[in-house]
């Protein structure tokens, strides 16, 4: 915590300073009663590292984060969360004075329709569980100026649903990995893509070199919009 | 750890000297698609406290877990497992040389009725979810000379389901706790159940003095067991 301390001073000359991030981390929990959810497999591992490279960046960083096992940077502002609506709300409120959204959070696209007031008992052999879309969170917000990154984790045609998320979601960058070597693990591997350009690999590394890497790239897409903001 | 050996042999007197036990713990995951699952909210604290509990009695015990974030008493054989299945077929195979089995896993009842290869990509606004029962574990062990701990987890109707439970599973003691206060939290609080007793009241204490509790209870069950069998 000293050293997150002494490396976020270094950081306030750094690239990132005075802009205001919030990343999204970890997965949701959708409840079908008090104790059963549906959730998935991530970890928060690239959430937090970004979150960690933000800040040695110079960044000001809003955490909020889905339950998981890990310590925030003790920099940051942190909001935790379960549900997707949850974070839709939380991410609602973070980027009215925000500068970049970087999403990782793996947002469960469905939730189930009802919740049960108690535990469900079990009874007969089979039982059907009706599920609803949530919110899509990164389509929903439409700020103006707001820099938007989104992450796409696929296990099969990566490249494709990555550049079909980009258009469809106006993001500026967009990250693609495989869920099934990505989630859980150190391991940093990913396509970067922005609008108009070639997919390009970063990788294999770690998450924590990785998120440095997509810092960097947020730190110039900074750069180049303000100065085609003065022309 | 040092504690955790040094305590492990000054119970090699204790009461569950010489006695194998198997404890089940943490809450299981039944996939949807290689990301998303269903889960519940067990954090294994019970579980893992009752592993303690029964080292420093003096017990060799196996210690088969779903995914938690904690760490296991350094004496423990520990077998790690996701889905309902995995912990049914660990048990079995646990319990074949094994004098008591203490359930406290949050097994689920209900699992996909089919795992999709891929991750599952949003369409329609609607989804529906087959489901399809898990094996009871507990139902399907009947090992002569077990002796069987089983738990209730509920959030309503808590004795009468605990009595039910302790009856058709032909378990030796049934602990029954409030799902909504008990799963997660540090708190131990409890009715123990045995067939043709009145339930007693444990607690509120915590998870490791009613974990204490429990193990003196099964304890004297085997004592008064092998009194009988003499007899």
New interface residues.
């Given amino acids: 915590r000293l050293m997150d301390a002494i490396r976020a001073t270094l950081g306030s000359n750094g690239p990132l300073a005075g802009v205001r991030v919030v990343v999204t981390a970890g997965p949701t929990r959708e409840p079908?009663?008090?104790?059963?959810?549906?959730?998935?497999?991530s970890s928060g591992k690239m959430g937090y590292a970004l979150v960690a490279a933000a800040i040695d960046a110079g960044a000001s960083v809003t955490l909020i984060t889905g339950p998981t096992?890990l310590t925030p940077h003790s920099e940051a502002s942190v909001i935790g969360v379960e549900s997707a609506a949850e974070m839709a709300d939380a991410v609602q409120t973070a980027v009215q004075d925000a500068d970049v959204l970087i999403m990782t959070a793996?947002v469960?696209?469905?939730r189930p329709?009802s919740v049960a007031e108690?535990?469900i008992?079990?009874s007969s052999?089979?039982?059907?569980?009706?599920?609803?879309?949530t919110t899509d969170i990164l389509a929903s917000i439409d700020r103006p100026g707001l820099l938007k990154v989104g992450f796409a984790?696929?296990?099969?045609s990566l490249l494709d649903?990555a550049r079909d998320k980009l258009r469809a979601k106006h993001l500026d960058l967009i990250v693609a990995n495989d869920?099934?070597t990505s989630?859980g693990s150190d391991e940093g591997w990913a396509y970067l893509l922005e609008p108009g350009k070639e997919a390009e690999e970063v990788g294999p590394t770690s998450k924590a070199e990785l998120a440095e890497v997509i810092i960097d790239r947020v730190a110039s897409l900074l750069r180049s919009r303000r100065t085609s903001e003065r022309d």
Wanted: aromatic letters at 8%; a positive charge.
């Fill in positions: 079908l009663d008090p104790l059963r959810f549906l959730s998935n497999r096992a793996a469960a696209d469905y329709a108690h535990k008992k079990k052999d089979d039982l059907t569980l009706n599920l609803t879309r984790a696929e296990t099969t649903y869920a099934r989630m």
